[in-house]
């Protein structure tokens, strides 16, 4: 098993080392590396508001980018203005 933060290893544990020491010395093992042992529903609820805040950020995004667009339109369209009124003087 390969610990990882911020995408970098920092340790590698051999797990197949705790086969002999039986499911308690896992179990202790995995608490003190700080994983958190969590029932059916509550994996599902937290992978589920994962999901949500990814879709918040993803929606805020989208929102940015589109008001970008827009801002970028005006800016553009002044300037088509500007010299179609530069052109006729």
């Given at each position: 098993m390969s610990i990882k933060q911020d995408g970098?290893?920092?340790?590698?544990?051999?797990?197949?080392?705790?086969?002999?020491?039986g499911e308690e010395a896992m179990?202790?093992?995995?608490?003190?590396?700080?994983?958190?042992?969590?029932?059916e529903?509550?994996?599902?609820?937290?992978?589920?508001?994962?999901d949500e805040e990814a879709r918040e950020e993803d929606k805020k995004k989208a929102e940015e980018r589109k008001k970008q667009q827009e801002h970028r339109k005006a800016l553009r369209k002044e300037s088509e203005?500007?010299?179609?009124?530069t052109g006729e003087l």
């Open positions: 970098q290893e920092v340790e590698k544990i051999v797990l197949s080392e705790y086969d002999s020491e179990h202790d093992l995995f608490q003190e590396k700080g994983f958190e042992q969590l029932s529903e509550e994996l599902k609820a937290k992978l589920d508001a994962r203005e500007r010299d179609k009124r």
